[in-house]
Every structure is written in C-alpha cells, then in structure tokens.
Nanobody
Framework: QVQLVESGGGLVQAGASLRLSCAAS????????LGWFRQAPGKERDFVAAISWSGGATNGADSVKGRFTISRDNAKNTVYLQMNNLRPEDTAVYYC?????????????????????WGQGTQVTVSS
C-alpha cells in the first residue's frame, strides 16, 4: 500500500532553519505531484507548497514565499521542504501529500481535496 512518512520536524528558535523530508513507497513516485500542508491547533489544514511530477515546477503559499523551498529526488522517492527564517506562526504539524498526475500549474494542487494520499505528519514548533 501507499505510505508517506515525514521526518525532520522539531523545536527551534525563531530565525532557524529545518528541512523536512517525506519518503514515499508503494507508488510510482515520478508520476505523482506532491505537496506540503500544515495544520496549527484549532485551525484548518493549509497549503504550503507543491511540486510537479518532474520537479520542474513548483508553487507556494504567499506566507512562505522566499523562506520555504520544496524539492524532490525521484531517485530516492523523497520530497523535501527546506524552511528558513522560521517564525512562531510557522508552528504546526506538517503533512506531505501525493496525487497521481503529470499535469501541473500554479493554480493546481493547492487544496486538500486535490490529493489522494497523506502522511502522518511531523511537528514543527518555533519559539520566539
């Protein structure tokens, strides 16, 4: 079965960096678009960033542009989220998600219902 396993979360101070990883198995990874979402306590799950099946195109939420970068390594079946200059408001559980698709545009894959598979999440806590 399909599994997505996130790692790399933790407790950091404001201004620090973290790199999240999401290792996938049970799917043809290079034919899937991938995304990162986050959910703070009591709030909805929000879009962070997405990347096309090839890695050639990405999109991201305005709140993280210039600070977060999504990338993927199809040889390792892994998607990454590099997070720089973290802020307390970035505190949340971060989830990766996958959707089988070789189409991609900046307006696509920004909603939870766009994805078929989800990981269990990894906690990121940023202290001030």
């Amino acid at each position: 079965q399909v599994q997505l396993v996130e790692s790399g979360g933790g407790l950091v101070q404001a201004g620090a960096s973290l790199r999240l990883s999401c290792a996938a198995s049970g799917l043809s990874f290079s034919t899937y678009a991938l995304g990162w979402f986050r959910q703070a306590p009591g709030k909805e799950r929000d879009f962070v960033a997405a990347i096309s099946w090839s890695g050639g195109a990405t999109n991201g939420a305005d709140s993280v542009k210039g600070r977060f970068t999504i990338s993927r390594d199809n040889a390792k079946n892994t998607v990454y989220l590099q997070m720089n200059n973290l802020r307390p408001e970035d505190t949340a559980v971060y989830y990766c998600a996958a959707r089988g698709s070789t189409s991609f545009s900046v307006s696509m894959f920004r909603n939870t219902y766009d994805y078929d598979y989800w990981g269990q999440g990894t906690q990121v806590t940023v202290s001030s």
